[in-house]
């Protein structure tokens, strides 16, 4: 079955880096995209952005830019987002999830807290 | 950039009953609209694409309508299941962006 099992749990001080990575199965990996999405403690889900398997396209949310970078590696069909330059409103659950243009499945999460 | 609104923020129904949850985006995204159910500490489950294509899986008492910027999506007999939050998500434009979600609670 298609499954995205996801990295765990990190706790990282303000200004550092983190990376999640988000593994995939049961799917030709490079036939879709992955879009990565993110959730506050008790918020809705943000959209960070979304890169293609098949050729690194990327497209990132705007209010990311500069600190988000997604890449993928298809010879481990795992992709990767790593956001830099911490701070303490990143504290979210990020999930990657396949993207045709919708998302479906989802992996199941990674809490990422930033705190001094 | 189109905004998601959803409506109304929390909806209170009984088992058994209808549930009608609205979203409107603030321009037309077309049919390119997906809806998705989240239970507390779970990763949101895909329900709904193109406004009104069940995924996989789901049960047919879970329905999508609407295109261009009105959407609905009806749950015809609530199971106990069913009690989480909905999101709504256009995929017609960069950046794909959700609404704020409906609350679905038990009245």
């Known amino acids: 079955q298609v499954q995205l099992v996801q990295s765990g749990a990190e706790v990282k001080k303000p200004g550092a880096s983190v990376k999640v990575s988000c593994k995939a199965s049961g799917y030709t990996f490079t036939s879709y995209g992955i879009s990565w999405v993110r959730q506050a403690p008790g918020q809705g889900l943000e959209w960070m952005g979304w890169?293609?398997?098949?050729?690194?396209?990327?497209n990132y949310a705007q209010k990311l830019q500069g600190r988000v970078t997604m890449t993928t590696d298809t010879s481990t069909s795992t992709a990767y987002m790593e956001l830099r330059s911490l701070r303490s409103d990143d504290t979210a659950v990020y999930y990657c999830?396949?993207?045709?243009?919708?998302?479906?499945?989802w992996g199941q999460g990674t809490l990422v807290t930033v705190s001094s | 950039e189109i905004v998601m609104t959803q409506s109304p923020a929390t909806l209170s129904v009984s088992p058994g009953e209808r549930a009608t949850l609205s979203c409107r985006a603030s321009q037309s995204v077309s049919s390119n609209l997906a809806w998705y159910q989240q239970k507390p500490g779970q990763a949101p489950r895909l329900l709904i694409y193109g406004a009104s294509t069940r995924a996989t899986g789901i049960p047919a008492r879970f329905s999508g309508s609407g295109s261009g910027t009105e959407f609905t999506l009806t749950i015809s007999s609530l199971q106990s299941e069913d009690f989480a939050v909905y999101y709504c998500q256009q995929y017609n434009n960069w950046p794909f962006a959700f609404g704020p979600g409906t609350k679905v609670d038990i009245k």
């Open positions: 999830a396949r993207a045709v243009e919708w998302f479906d499945p």
């Open positions: 890169i293609s398997a098949y050729n690194g396209n990327t």
